[in-house]
């Protein structure tokens, strides 16, 4: 069961930061345990197995059933990050780059905005109690010691990575429409005044575009993380019954 609980903090959102000391992550997953113990217990009968080989290898089973939630929780905001790195590329930003505490990598300004938010939005709406509930609900769906690997898993892990994709382009969308847009307005203006500097004119005018659009897109943004999240949620019960044993 720890290693179960340990994996969600490996690299589920919030959980997994690394600007949570890795003491305190320790100790919530042995509080996960404990909590969780006498319920899963009661509803699961095992036996350890007697070879060492084998008990190492259901410890990396369980860890991997744990990091598997963490891991399509991650993916939605993968899609958060790929479209500010998108929005920051289009307003000319791309070599602005900013520590990010969460992950210990240099990330785009934009992507770092649109990522500190949807974590807070991700905290508001409770959506580390969903996760915790996915925890629990594995107990259920997948007993100690009975992972099934199904045809369907590695397509299930695929169409959850693809939505890293598609996810962001949706999101970048309006920025990079709306600098589009400036583009073919700048590229008409050079042609009918050749004698006017594009360049020094351009670039301000797409920074200035594309923080009015983020303005203008942000509630907007808001209210997508709502079909975000609810998607990452369903995504992982599909990938947890994927690799749950058959009735």
């Given at each position: ?14 959980f997994?930061?690394?600007n ?20 899963v217990v ?7 197995p ?14 991997f059933?744990g ?5 399509v ?10 479209a500010?790195k ?9 070599i602005?780059n ?29 959506g580390h109690?969903m ?11 997948i ?9 369907t898993?590695l ?18 969308m ?33 920074i200035m ?10 509630p ?19 990938a947890?019954k994927?690799?749950a044993?058959?009735?």
């Open positions: 069961m720890l290693m179960r609980s340990s994996g969600i903090f490996l690299l589920s959102p919030f997994g930061s690394l949570v000391p890795m003491r305190f992550r320790a100790l919530t997953a042995v509080t996960f345990t404990f909590v969780l113990f006498p319920v009661k509803e699961n009968f095992f036996e350890l007697s070879a060492v080989i084998m008990f190492f290898a259901v410890i990396l089973q369980e860890m059933i990091w598997l939630i963490g891991f929780s991650f993916v939605s905001f993968a899609a958060v990050n790929l500010g998108v929005m920051d590329m289009q307003v000319g930003f791309a602005v900013v520590m990010d505490p969460t992950s210990g990598q240099q990330v785009p300004l934009i992507g770092s905005f649109l990522y500190n938010l949807a974590i807070l939005i991700f905290l508001i709406t409770n109690h996760i915790i509930a996915a925890l629990a609900e594995s107990f259920k769906l007993p100690f010691f009975g992972v099934h690997w199904s045809d898993f397509n299930i892990i695929v169409d959850v990575t693809t939505v890293i994709f598609t996810t962001g382009m949706k999101i970048a309006p920025v990079t429409f709306a600098i589009l847009l400036t583009n073919v307005g700048l590229g008409i203006l050079a042609r009918t005044m050749p004698q006017m500097n594009i360049f020094v004119v351009g670039i301000p005018m797409h575009i594309g923080i009015f659009m983020l303005s203008f897109v942000v907007f943004y808001v209210m997508f993380l709502d079909v975000v999240f609810n998607a990452m949620y369903g995504n992982i019960s599909i947890l994927a690799i044993p058959t009735p």
